[in-house]
Nanobody
Framework: QVQLVESGGGLVQPGGSLRLSCAAS????????MAWYSQAPGNQRELVAT???????LYADSVKRRFTISRDNTNSTVSLQMNTLKPDDTAVYFC?????WGQGTQVTVAS
């Protein structure tokens, strides 16, 4: 059983930055692609960014050139660096590996 634990969420002003991290309880994740999703109130969960086991990245159009996903296979973590944050980025952010999900971390962008 793999557990994923996110951290790094919080309240930030528009234009600010946050770095989310997701730690896996097992190094099995190095064999999988990893992803970050976001879910705003009343909306469906949406893909934000993915990174393959080989390090290839893919981003939603809304976050391109603002967010950066990265992974550290040695420490079994995946991170999401979020820059130039906008109020529309406000959501709960989840990391995902295969069928496993973290519990989510709240990101609120407001003045």
């Amino acid at each position: 059983q793999v557990q994923l634990v996110e951290s790094g969420g919080g309240l930030v002003q528009p234009g600010g930055s946050l770095r989310l991290s997701c730690a896996a309880s097992s190094n099995i994740f190095i064999f999988y692609n990893m992803a970050w999703y976001s879910q705003a109130p009343g909306n469906q969960r949406e893909l934000v960014a993915t990174i393959t086991k080989g390090g290839i990245t893919l981003y939603a159009d809304s976050v391109k050139r603002r967010f950066t996903i990265s992974r550290d296979n040695t420490n079994s973590t995946v991170s999401l660096q979020m820059n130039t944050l906008k109020p529309d980025d406000t959501a709960v952010y989840f990391c995902s590996v295969a069928q496993w999900w973290g519990q989510g971390t709240q990101v609120t962008v407001a003045s």
